[in-house]
């Protein structure tokens, strides 16, 4: 257990981008840096809604676009991001700023797109760090069915706010939240604690009953209405649920949006045969989204790359459900579009680094060769753009490349953990911790920044899931 630290007020959105510049910002990241705080930051103009933001002179900007920089990492060094009308309007070396740009010195910081995360179930922050010696069925039955079952919509509120919160912070700027909780209290709970964190999320929904009246209701009057929110029919795909994964697959159709399905995640499930029943009920192809994918046979494999279905690797539950290792080699092999999932609460935090990290390792460990898929560079493309191909957002997140959304991260290498250079790729992947993580800007919206988020009382969002968590203890 660490002790909590003093608490220090959230930069408020006022303080920031109007000339506050990360290097002034930087000793705030947790006091590891060599310069101090100042006692009190200037008093600054609001920011006008809308204001173009430049990070200027990055150490090293990772762009995602080999287009605009070198090797497949688009990398380019003291380079300039200009982030306005939420969009990525330019990259580049000694960009101009605009007349009403806030100009963030971002000298001696890396900047990149933010993590997308291809599929968590946030609320499970509620059972973080439990039923560690189960595996995934085990884990389901002790820890998870218990709590869902008697969570209330203030419950929920405060897990989801928490759990989304833990990722902004650790540069997640895209989500995909897997939900099985169906009272239309509870999801409307759910979505107004994703959409108040300013995340870009894609709220996944498992209906109990076939029939596409709850799910169209959903989308329509609680995600749609959100500018960052969009939707997805959730599914667990098997033989005795056939006829429940056809409706479903024709509540996604009728919404025109992708199916969402855990599919072998343990190699008991095999007499389930999912890939058989979503080739069954027409459902494999680029609006399938598959999950966990560990003990898919060649042929399996085969038909979902020349369906062009898509794929989220889960590493860190994996390991901790001892569910097995993804054939992640294969899937690459093939061509099939792999994104990394946190997967929710059994991966217990949302650190991406952690994710990048063991998905290197894993794969390491089961071939014992360090040659093996993926390397550094893959890890971050996957945990970039590559998960944004997976969900069909590639166009719109994922890269640096102008005309995409501002969803950027800037990490601060001069820390403890990180510090000295020696090849920042490598070090961001296996030496970053969510605390490097600088600021988050996600539509061009500074949610992190100096290290803190903003507007945020952190204590009181601990203090909610603390008194939630205490309630559903006391209700068991
Ligand atoms: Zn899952």
Not at 22 to 36: D, K, Y
Not at 180 to 200: C, K, M, P, Q
Request: glycine fraction near 10%; aromatic fraction near 4%.
């Amino acid at each position: 257990m660490q002790s909590t630290p003093a608490p220090r007020p959230a930069p408020s959105r006022r303080d920031l981008l109007t000339g506050v510049g990360l290097a002034a910002a930087a000793p705030l990241l947790l006091g590891v840096t060599a310069r101090s705080a100042p006692p009190d930051r200037p008093a600054h103009p609001p920011v006008p809604a809308g204001r173009a933001v430049l990070l200027r002179g990055a150490a090293l900007v990772l762009t995602l676009d080999p287009a605009l920089g070198a090797g497949p990492l688009g990398l380019l060094e003291n380079a300039d991001v200009l982030m306005r009308n939420a969009t990525i309007a330019a990259v580049g070396t000694g960009l101009q700023a605009p007349p009403d740009t806030s100009v963030v010195d971002a000298s001696g910081k890396l900047v990149m797109p933010g993590f997308v995360d291809t599929h968590t179930h946030l609320w499970q922050a509620a059972i973080r760090g439990g039923c560690t010696d189960g595996d995934l069925f085990d884990w389901l039955e002790r820890c998870t069915a218990p709590r869902r079952e008697r969570l209330t919509p203030a419950a929920v509120h405060s897990f989801v706010r928490l759990a989304a919160l833990d990722a902004v912070q650790s540069g997640v700027t895209t989500l995909v939240d897997w939900v099985d909780i169906f009272a239309y209290d509870l999801v409307e709970s759910y979505v107004r604690a994703l959409a108040g964190t300013g995340v870009r999320f894609t709220y996944a929904m498992f209906p109990p009953e076939p029939g596409a009246t709850l799910v169209a209701k959903v989308k329509k009057e609680l995600v749609d209405p959100v500018p960052l929110g969009s939707f997805q029919v959730a599914t667990h795909a098997a033989r005795a649920v056939k006829d429940l994964n056809r409706a479903h697959w024709e509540a996604a159709q009728d919404l025109g949006v992708m199916l969402n399905s855990h599919v072998l995640e343990r190699s008991d499930q095999r007499a389930d045969d999912p890939i058989g029943v979503l080739a069954d009920i027409g459902a494999l192809g680029p609006r399938l989204l598959i999950n966990h994918a560990i003990h898919l046979t060649d042929d399996e494999i085969a038909a979902v790359a020349d369906h062009d279905a898509r794929a989220a690797h889960c590493p860190l539950s994996n390991m901790r459900l001892a569910s097995g290792v993804m054939r992640l080699s294969e899937f690459r092999r093939r061509g099939v579009k792999v994104g990394l999932g946190l997967d929710g609460g059994t991966n217990d935090s949302s650190d991406f680094h952690a994710l990048m990290k063991t998905a290197i390792g894993l794969q390491r460990a089961r071939a014992t060769d360090a040659g093996v898929f993926p390397q550094v560079h893959d890890v971050l493309r996957m945990a970039t753009l590559g998960g944004a191909e997976a969900l069909g957002m590639a166009d719109r997140v994922g890269s640096l490349t102008p005309g995409k959304r501002a969803d950027v991260v800037v990490i601060d290498p001069a820390a403890l953990n990180f510090a000295p250079r020696f090849d920042w790729i490598g070090q961001i992947v296996f030496n970053g911790r969510p605390e490097n993580i600088d600021s988050v800007f996600v539509d061009g919206r500074a949610l992190k920044f100096g290290g803190r988020l903003v507007d945020i009382d952190t204590n009181r969002v601990v203090r909610e899931a603390e008194a939630a968590a205490a309630r559903l203890r006391v209700a068991g």
